[in-house]
């Protein structure tokens, strides 16, 4: 819509055909809209010379929406840099500013990040300041006005809109009138002094109203009821179609000073004024007077290019009710309007009023509407259920999902809101959302086996890679488009559920990723094609195969260059990366996280977005950057998080974040504590106890790291068919743990397991050796320290420590100079010891673990 109404806008967005069906091209259009106006915004502040402003009048009556857009933009302009090109400036009643506003939240939350906000309390004029006014209204001198501008100010309270309205009866009614004779101003004090004023500004513009003539009083009434401005078009229609007389009548209002007329609009003076204006008609007649204004704008609707006139006409209709329907086809033309308006909004990304519409829609149908009135009531159901999940309102989601499911007659007609539920329940109910996804693909024909053992997924994988290999890489890419709607459809639901099982259940997962390419290599291509190929990589990957599943996750990135394919772009890029950590060195390979996460939300994808900006976050800190850094990195995908109410993924994040913070100082009493969040999937349960393994490793506590080992092995069942960057944490880290517990418990089971990570360690420093030989050489000092090879164990500790600093991950440094100084001090080498526990004491410092140098420092200290 924005590209229509300003071309050039165009080249910045992208093309768009206009649709925002979720399932073409678009997650959320109107989280990509928000997304493509902050990227605009930040392009002309960051180019333009000058500030740029923003001013908003009337803040107190804005939307959660539009406030939300206005937080968005605050924030970008935050992040661009120390010029402050961007400036808002913004106007709110106090008297109505309260703490429920959205405004008020606002404003709340951007002081909570420490962004400037200056409040200017705009007060009533002083006494000097009305008696200035009068002064320089009336040409005279001060000296001459006092008198008057002490009557005027007494009786106003310095109130400028009843100044000015009060000066304007005065003159109206004679009592302020010039003089041809002295040529000046005159007045007659006393009578201004005894003429009774209402206190209220309110209740004077109405009693001035009334005494208008009766004509002037309903044009008054009638422009009220659009706003406080009104194209004098559609007051030409109006009068056209009621047969009314209300130029003539606005004109003398625009004579009197109530309204101003410019840029072809009349419009209030002052909003007091339209209130006042609007009272003039009686409460039980209010909504009569707005049907009936809406049903003489249809016509004009339906024939207008303008689809103003359409939303105008549809509001005024909506803001009458059922109850002025006057019979059955009214309601049904009223639920039709409402219905076009609503899909007019949705091409614009505004699915708050396009979900008000098809509300409105709803309630004007009548008793067996699904009965009589099927298409109707299908087609407004379906879209009221699309917009309230855009919105957030999964209360109103669910209410309205459950009627189409009851009352369509047909599977296909459910599909669009089984869609919608999945994607829902995927933010914060995955697993339900994965069986509902498993339960419709089964009605549209793709089933799944009760279970999948290993042995079954590589023959099936073999025989897709056999598949594959009929075709070139180039053919691969140029196949076939897909044209059968079922499929398209349960392309559609896969996608869905490939994410959901990779956190619920993972042993389904290849299956569903190998059926997704089945399906694109015997239907063609859909835009969810890249991310089959993508997965399928990544199993490869997984299977050991880590260069010939690169070249496919490299295929499904190539596939996204398909004209429509962009939906999925940020989930392939992200899991995309994850290949690409086993390949290329992981400090550059992590920066296309954030590729993928400027992707997602483009694409309006905000579950995409936040895993692509959690996953960043957790690669930053294994990736050895500053922990200054990472915790900033880890604040802002939080923040994305508890915005969109996203506990999921927050359940995921929480375990690592609180490591992070505990190793930079934070008193541990001081968080929160997430545990029911580790109760959310497999995945997190495990990361939970991971992560306090770590911790109580990190911190040489052996009987507690000994107790979260065995909870970490006891839960480290998950068969997992992709390939992740943090297995690669999670096998260096459970590899050390084990070494040192079987070194004092001289328990094999704990030997067996550091042996497995430093195998897998292993496969991986082959496919990589910048990111894992420096991991390997560790977890071998570890085994050899185990065996008590001590010439072995100080070599590779060593090489472990050289490695480490060539491949600038300084948190491994330091821990291979920590565990060093430990063997050294074990083996009697205290002076040894004594120099690679100050080396781990400065690399920790250096890497911003302040929390854990001091701690290493104590015991240092206490040891020698």
Same mark, same amino acid.
């Given at each position: ?36 106006? !902050? ?185 009220? !009821? ?160 699309? !917009? ?402 001590? !010439? ?73």
């Amino acid at each position: 819509h924005l590209a229509r109404i300003i071309p050039s806008l165009a080249t910045v967005m992208g093309q768009d055909d206009g649709q925002c069906d979720i399932a073409q091209g678009c997650v959320d259009p109107q989280k990509r809209l928000l997304y493509l106006l !902050c990227q605009f915004v930040e392009v002309i502040s960051c180019s333009s010379g000058v500030p740029i402003t923003l001013f908003l009048d009337d803040l107190q009556w804005a939307d959660p929406s539009s406030i939300a857009v206005i937080h968005q933009l605050l924030l970008v302009s935050r992040s661009l840099n120390k010029t402050r090109q961007f400036f808002v400036l913004g106007c709110v009643r106090k008297e109505e500013a309260g703490n429920n506003l959205p405004f008020t939240g606002m404003v709340s939350s951007i002081c909570n990040i420490g962004m400037n906000v200056t409040t200017i309390n705009l007060t009533c004029m002083d006494e000097d300041t009305i008696s200035a006014l009068v002064s320089e209204v009336l040409c005279l001198s001060p000296r001459l006005t006092r008198s008057l501008g002490h009557i005027v100010y007494h009786k106003t309270k310095g109130n400028p809109l009843f100044f000015s309205q009060l000066m304007i009866s005065l003159n109206r009614d004679g009592l302020l009138q010039p003089s041809l004779r002295r040529c000046r101003w005159e007045w007659d004090e006393e009578k201004i002094r005894l003429r009774k004023i209402p206190d209220d500004v309110a209740m004077f513009l109405s009693i001035n109203i009334e005494r208008l003539p009766k004509e002037e009083q309903m044009a008054l009434s009638l422009l009220s !009821c659009f706003g406080a401005s009104t194209k004098i078009t559609l007051v030409e229609a109006l009068e056209t179609t009621l047969q009314m007389s209300l130029i003539n009548s606005l004109e003398k209002s625009v004579a009197e000073g109530l309204l101003d007329k410019a840029n072809g609009s009349y419009s209030f003076c002052h909003d007091r004024l339209q209130e006042a204006s609007y009272n003039m008609m009686r409460q039980e007649e209010r909504c009569l007077f707005h049907f009936k204004y809406g049903v003489a704008l249809i016509s004009c609707s339906l024939g207008s290019q303008d689809d103003a006139m359409l939303f105008i006409a549809t509001n005024q209709l909506n803001r009458g009710g059922p109850s002025a329907v006057e019979d059955k086809e009214q309601g049904i033309l009223v639920a039709n309007l409402n219905l076009t308006a609503g899909k007019k909004a949705m091409e614009m990304s505004d699915f708050s009023t396009a979900y008000s519409y098809f509300d409105h829609g709803i309630s004007f149908l009548r008793k067996r509407h699904w009965t009589e009135q099927y298409q109707l009531s299908l087609d407004l159901f379906d879209n009221a259920a699309k !917009c309230a999940l855009f919105i957030g309102n999964i209360i109103s989601l669910k209410l309205l999902s459950q009627q189409v499911l009851t009352f369509a007659q047909t599977f296909q007609d459910k599909l669009e809101v089984l869609f919608v539920t999945v994607s829902g329940l995927a933010k914060c109910e995955p697993r339900e959302a994965a069986n509902k996804a498993i339960s419709v693909l089964s009605n549209l024909g793709e089933h799944f086996s009760d279970s999948y053992s290993e042995a079954d997924i590589c023959m099936q994988v073999e025989k897709t890679k056999v598949m594959l290999q009929q075709y070139t890489a180039q053919e691969i890419i140029n196949h076939k488009q897909m044209v059968h709607p079922s499929k398209i459809m349960a392309m559609k639901f896969l996608a869905r559920l490939e994410l959901l099982i990779l956190l619920t259940q993972p042993s389904w997962q290849p299956a569903v990723t190998l059926k997704m390419i089945q399906l694109s290599m015997k239907y063609g291509h859909s835009p969810i094609s890249p991310l089959a190929f993508t997965y399928f990589g990544m199993l490869l990957a997984r299977l050991g195969n880590i260069r010939e599943g690169y070249s496919y996750v490299k295929m499904g990135r190539k596939l996204l260059d398909r004209p429509g394919y962009n939906e999925v772009a940020g989930e392939v890029i992200s899991m995309a990366t994850q290949v690409m950590c086993f390949v290329e060195p992981v400090q550059s390979a992590n920066e296309f996280f954030l590729q993928g996460q400027a992707a997602a939300m483009s694409a309006g994808d905000m579950n995409n977005a936040i895993m692509s900006s959690l996953v960043y976050s957790v690669g930053s800190y294994w990736a050895g950057v500053k922990l200054p850094t990472v915790r900033e990195n880890f604040t802002a995908s939080r923040s994305m998080m508890e915005k969109q109410g996203n506990l999921m993924w927050l359940a995921h994040q929480a375990p690592l974040e609180r490591s992070m913070l505990i190793l930079i100082g934070v008193d541990e009493r001081e968080l929160p504590d997430h545990h029911d969040l580790g109760k959310t999937s497999p995945h997190a349960t495990l990361l939970n106890y991971f992560n306090k393994m770590y911790l109580a490793f990190m911190f040489r506590d052996f009987e507690q790291t000994k107790v979260f080992a065995e909870e970490y092995y006891c839960h480290n069942n998950i068969v997992s068919f992709s390939l992740l960057y943090i297995h690669t944490a999670q096998a260096f880290i459970g590899g050390l743990v084990a070494f040192s517990i079987s070194r004092k418990s001289n328990n094999p089971i704990w030997a067996d397991r550091g042996s497995k990570a430093k195998c897998l360690m292993k496969k991986w420093a082959d496919s990589c050796n910048w990111n894992f030989q420096s991991k390997l050489y560790l977890i071998e000092a570890e085994e050899a320290y185990c065996s008590d090879d001590i !010439c072995s164990a100080k070599s590779l500790y060593e090489k472990a420590i050289s490695s480490a600093r060539a491949h600038r991950f300084i948190h491994e440094e330091a821990l291979a100079c920590e565990l060093a100084g430990h063997f050294c001090l074990d083996i009697g080498q205290k002076n040894e010891a004594v120099n690679y526990f100050l080396q781990a004491h400065e690399k920790y410092h250096d890497w911003g673990a302040i929390a854990k140098a001091n701690a290493l420092y104590e015991f240092a200290t206490t040891a020698f």
